[in-house]
C-alpha cells in the first residue's frame, strides 16, 4: 500500500483491517502537501454512520501525534456544521457515500487532490443500494490515485465493481470467505417462536451476562425486545435506521461505557460497532441471509478473544439454520434450555418479511420424551 498500487482484499470484521489500510495511509500523508480550502488527500467511504464514526476514531488514535486532519460527515445529522468543519480542507474524510454528494454538489468538498480511495466494507454498499452513489463519486475523482477495496467475500457484483475501478490490484484473503473465527463459541437454544424474549431474559439473569449485543431482524422487533427487557429490569436500549443520530450515538455510548447491560441492533445498524473484549452476541432471530451471520458474529472473538454466540432458533427458522451449517461449513450444537423446550416441531418458514405460513404447525406431544441435544 505504501508503494501506491491499488489493493482488493478479502477480510471480515475483526481482522485489523483498518489498522491495515490506514496506517500505510498516514505514512503517506505525512510527506505530502497539505490539503487547501475544501480539499481532501485520503477518501474512505463507508457504508453506516456507526462504521463511518468508528473508522474515524481509529484514524484520529493513529494520527494523533501526526500534523494532520481528520473529519466524518454522514446523513441523519445538520449538515452546515459539517461544511464548516471542511471549509479549511482536511487530510482524511471518512464519510457516507450519499452525504458525500450533497456536500460536492453544494460545493463544500472538492475533490482533485485525492490520493487515495478506501471502500471499506463494499459488498454492505452493495448490499444497501449505494452502487449508483459509488458510481457517480469515481467519475468526479481524479484518475491518478491509489484505491483500496475491503469485502467480506470476492462476490461476482464485488468483482464487477472492481474491474471499473481498480487497475491491477492486489489480490489479499486474510481468511477463507464465510469462515467463523474458531475463537467464538457457537450455540442453538431451540424454542418456540413466542418464547424467545423470555428465553432471552432467562440467559441474560441466569448466566450473569452483563454485556449482551442481541440482533433483530427487523426494527419493530428491536424496539419490542429492548421495551420488554427495559420492563424485566434489565436496562437495554435499540438501534436502528429509524433512530435518530443522536439516540443511536447515545446507546452505543452507553453500552461501551456499562451504562447500557443489553444492546438491541438491526444488522445494518450494527455495522461499526467495535467493543473491545465484547462477550456475548444472541441472535434473537436468524438473518435472511445467511453471511449476515458470520457479520453478526464477528462481533465477539476480536483480535484472539474468546466469545459466545447464542442462536434462539424456533422451528419456523429451520430452513435458515440450515443455509447458515451450509455456509460455514460447520453443525452448529443444539442445547434445550430447561423450561423452554421447543412445543413446535416442524412449521411453515418465515417468508422474507417475517411471517409466518398458514399451515398449522406439528406441536409435540407433552408425554412424548425430549431429544437430547443434536443436530435437528
Not at 481524479?142 to 472492481?162: D, M, V
Not at 453500552?255 to 467493543?275: N, Y
Not at 411471517?355 to 441435544?373: D, I, K, L
Request: glycine share 8%; charged share 25%.
Amino acid at each position: 500500500m505504501i508503494s501506491g498500487r491499488d489493493v482488493m482484499a478479502a477480510a471480515q470484521t475483526g481482522t485489523g483491517k483498518t489498522a491495515g489500510f490506514t496506517l500505510p495511509m498516514l505514512e503517506r500523508l505525512c510527506h505530502g502537501a497539505r490539503a487547501g480550502r475544501r480539499q481532501i488527500r485520503a477518501l474512505v467511504l463507508t457504508p453506516t454512520r456507526e462504521l463511518a464514526a468508528q473508522v474515524l476514531d481509529n484514524v484520529r488514535q493513529y494520527s494523533c501525534h501526526l500534523p494532520l486532519r481528520s473529519e466524518v460527515v454522514f446523513g441523519g445529522v445538520k449538515i452546515n456544521p459539517q461544511i464548516q468543519r471542511l471549509a479549511q480542507g482536511v487530510d482524511v474524510l471518512v464519510a457516507t457515500p450519499g452525504r458525500l454528494l450533497d456536500l460536492h454538489q453544494q460545493g463544500a468538498v472538492r475533490f482533485e487532490a485525492v490520493e487515495c480511495l478506501v471502500l471499506d466494507e463494499a459488498d454492505r454498499m452493495l448490499d444497501m443500494g449505494f452502487i449508483h452513489d459509488i458510481r457517480r463519486l469515481l467519475s468526479r475523482l481524479p484518475e491518478r490515485r491509489q484505491t483500496l477495496l475491503f469485502s467480506a467475500t470476492f462476490s461476482a457484483p464485488i468483482r464487477k465493481l472492481a474491474q471499473g475501478m481498480l487497475h491491477h490490484p492486489l489480490q489479499i484473503q486474510v481468511a477463507p470467505a464465510n469462515q467463523t473465527a474458531r475463537s467464538v463459541e457457537q450455540t442453538v437454544h431451540p424454542c418456540d417462536m413466542g418464547r424467545k424474549a423470555a428465553l432471552l431474559t432467562h440467559l441474560i439473569r441466569s448466566e450473569d451476562w452483563q454485556q449482551v449485543l442481541v440482533f433483530s431482524r427487523t426494527k419493530h422487533g428491536a424496539n419490542k425486545v429492548a421495551d420488554r427487557l427495559n420492563q424485566e429490569g434489565l436496562v437495554a436500549a435499540a438501534i436502528h435506521g429509524n433512530k435518530s443520530q443522536g439516540a443511536r450515538t447515545r446507546a452505543l455510548q452507553g453500552f461501551k461505557d456499562g451504562s447500557v447491560r443489553v444492546l438491541v441492533a438491526t444488522d445494518i445498524a450494527a455495522r461499526g460497532i467495535d467493543i473491545q473484549q465484547l462477550p456475548h452476541v444472541v441472535n434473537l432471530d436468524l438473518p435472511n441471509v445467511a453471511e449476515d451471520y458470520v457479520h453478526r458474529i464477528g462481533r465477539t472473538g476480536r483480535a484472539g478473544e474468546s466469545g459466545h454466540a447464542i442462536s434462539l432458533v424456533a422451528a419456523e427458522e429451520a430452513l435458515l439454520l440450515k443455509a447458515i451449517e451450509r455456509l460455514t461449513g460447520e453443525a452448529l450444537p443444539r442445547v434445550e434450555i430447561q423450561g423452554f423446550e421447543p412445543t413446535v416441531l416442524s412449521a411453515p418458514p418465515l417468508d422474507l418479511s417475517g411471517g409466518r405460513g398458514r399451515r398449522s404447525p406439528q406441536r409435540r406431544n407433552r408425554h412424548q420424551p425430549r431429544r437430547s441435544p443434536g443436530r435437528a
